[in-house]
């Protein structure tokens, strides 16, 4: 049986790689600004951002609810063009 410190340090290695795997899309979202802003295209996409959202409801397996991802996905839509804005600023 596992006790306290085990379950933390599972937790602690999963926070490491979603910290990973939010840079590595943040990496994506900067190498497609430049794009974006040749053709004209709007920072804020509400049509891809919809479609990121389907595409999060539709693998959902649980044990989180959709509502519950989709406020975390909101989170992360935020900062990504927080940070695209930025890079253009």
Avoid: F, H
């Amino acid at each position: 049986m596992k006790d306290l410190n085990d379950w933390r340090e599972q937790i602690d290695s999963l926070d490491r790689d979603l910290v990973a795997l939010l840079n590595a899309r943040a990496r994506i979202v900067l190498g497609l600004a430049p794009v974006k802003r040749e053709r004209g295209v709007p920072v804020r996409e509400p049509n891809r951002e919809e479609k990121v959202l389907n595409n999060i409801r539709t693998s959902n397996q649980g044990p989180l609810s959709n509502d519950a991802l989709e406020r975390v996905y909101d989170a992360v839509i935020r900062e990504m063009r927080a940070m695209q804005r930025q890079r253009d600023g």
